[in-house]
């Protein structure tokens, strides 16, 4: 049960939006050999702001009231855990070991769970941990089809892919604080006004391509709405009343979506110990929403001052 005076858990919300985000791939699939990343990113941003541009001034409103710390999460979180993140893993997949990047990826639950005991005041019992290391141990089973072998190797990737984790376990904790006094829709808004000239650096440093083809556009217009605008809309109305701790796991619905729509539309294959791993990832992300809502829920969570 909802702790009395509390707005009610909704872990399952996040991984709900999660979940959508992993249809990222069928959409991307079609688009990933025609374009390069820094371009598909800055056109979700551009069509999603297009899209968002009524609801702008409320926004802009929003953000001028918000608090100097508040703002500041607001930039980061659009400039960097929507824009710069997504270059920086990119960018280590060019270092020529695919292995590095999602080994590293791995730790963002855990740069999330020491960002909002810093960030929050947020608590972790023990128990916590009952459900976050069997999710960590699925995501690592469900990333590679051989687990025992993989092994991080070259340096400058491990960074780059470090930096990107950080970046968005930093905006999940931001994200939650930001998120429980101002409006959903507006943070969410903000998150796709503020990224949009970030992603166009990106892109100009990059050197890469504005232009796009007809054919192009409405495989882009597909993945700024489903995955982008709807998945951020949920994520951030669960984040009002969800402890970025809980929020970090949820979020590992992501590549079971994806694995799932890998195997059912894409033609993948997953090794046993991949499968064992995606149910691993389900029983313990379903497990922390239920045990979260019992009177004696592992993380303890403050609303952010």
Do not use: C
Not at 20 to 38: I, K
Not at 251 to 269: H, N, S
């Amino acid at each position: 049960m909802d702790r009395p005076g509390e707005a009610p858990d909704r872990t399952w919300l996040i991984a709900v939006a999660a979940a959508m985000w992993g249809t990222d791939g069928l959409l991307r699939q079609p688009l990933a050999g025609q374009l390069p990343a820094a371009t598909v990113v800055f056109w979700e941003h551009l069509l999603i702001v297009v899209l968002l541009l009524p609801f702008l001034p409320s926004a802009a409103r929003a953000f001028r009231a918000a608090s100097v710390r508040e703002r500041t999460a607001l930039v980061l979180i659009g400039a960097g855990a929507s824009a710069v993140a997504t270059a920086l893993f990119t960018q280590a997949f060019r270092y020529g070991d695919p292995v590095t990047p999602l080994v590293l990826q791995k730790l963002q639950p855990v740069i999330a769970v020491v960002a909002a005991a810093l960030l929050l005041g947020e608590r972790v019992r023990r128990g916590y941990w009952m459900f976050a290391v069997p999710a960590l141990a699925g995501a690592w089973l469900m990333a590679f089809a051989n687990p025992f072998s993989a092994a991080p190797q070259a340096l400058v990737a491990a960074l780059l892919a470090v930096g990107a984790a950080a970046l968005w376990a930093i905006g999940t904790v931001l994200g939650r604080m930001v998120s429980v006094r101002i409006a959903s829709r507006d943070v969410t808004v903000l998150r796709f006004a503020i990224g949009l000239p970030a992603s166009a650096v990106v892109l100009l440093a990059q050197g890469a391509p504005v232009a796009v083809t007809t054919a192009q556009l409405g495989p882009l217009v597909l993945l700024a709405l489903v995955p982008g605008l709807l998945g951020l809309a949920l994520y951030y109305i669960g984040l009002r009343s969800t402890a970025a701790a809980r929020a970090t796991l949820a979020e590992l619905a992501f590549p079971v979506t994806a694995a799932l729509i890998g195997v059912g539309l894409l033609g993948t294959r997953l090794t046993p110990s991949q499968w064992l791993g995606l149910l691993i990832v389900v029983a313990s992300v379903t497990a922390l929403g239920l045990r979260e809502r019992s009177p004696r829920p592992v993380v303890h969570a403050e609303a952010p001052a």
